[in-house]
Nanobody
Framework: EVQLVESGGGLVQPGGSLRLSCTTS????????IAWFRQAPGKERVGVAS????????NYAESVKGRFTMTSDVAKNTVYLQMNTLKPEDTASYYC?????????????????????WGQGTQVTVSS
C-alpha cells in the first residue's frame, strides 16, 4: 500500500525558511515519480516541484524558482522541500503525491498532472 506522510509545516515570518518532509512507503522511486503540490484557501491545488527520477533535477513552478529546492533521500524513502525566502502568498496546505511511471510519465510529472496517490498535507503559514 502506497503511503505518504508530510511533516515540517508551521508558522514562519516572511523571509523565513521551512523544510518539509514526505516520508514514503509501499513503493520504490524506480517505479514512481514524486511531486509537491500546494493549495491555498479558496484556490485550486497547484504543482510546486517534481522529480521524474530520484536522482534527476527537479522541475519547479515559476512562483517558487530560486527559493524552493526539492531533494530526495532514497535510503530514507523521504523527499524534502526546502523553502527559503518565504512570502505570505506561500501560505497553503502542502501535499506530496506520487505517479506510477507509464508511457509519457515525464510529461505528466513536468506538468503536474494525473498523480495517483496523495498524502494528507501539512499546513504552512507565512505571516508576521
Amino acid at each position: 500500500e502506497v503511503q505518504l506522510v508530510e511533516s515540517g509545516g508551521g508558522l514562519v515570518q516572511p523571509g523565513g525558511s521551512l523544510r518539509l518532509s514526505c516520508t514514503t512507503s509501499g513503493f520504490t522511486f524506480d517505479d514512481y515519480a514524486i511531486a509537491w503540490f500546494r493549495q491555498a484557501p479558496g484556490k485550486e491545488r497547484v504543482g510546486v516541484a517534481s522529480l521524474s527520477e530520484a536522482d534527476s533535477t527537479a522541475n519547479y513552478a515559476e512562483s517558487v524558482k530560486g527559493r524552493f529546492t526539492m531533494t530526495s533521500d532514497v535510503a530514507k524513502n523521504t523527499v524534502y522541500l526546502q523553502m527559503n525566502t518565504l512570502k505570505p502568498e506561500d501560505t497553503a496546505s502542502y501535499y506530496c503525491a506520487v505517479l506510477k511511471k507509464r508511457l509519457g510519465y515525464q510529461y505528466l510529472v513536468r506538468t503536474f498532472r494525473s498523480f495517483d496517490y496523495w498524502g494528507q498535507g501539512t499546513q504552512v503559514t507565512v505571516s508576521s
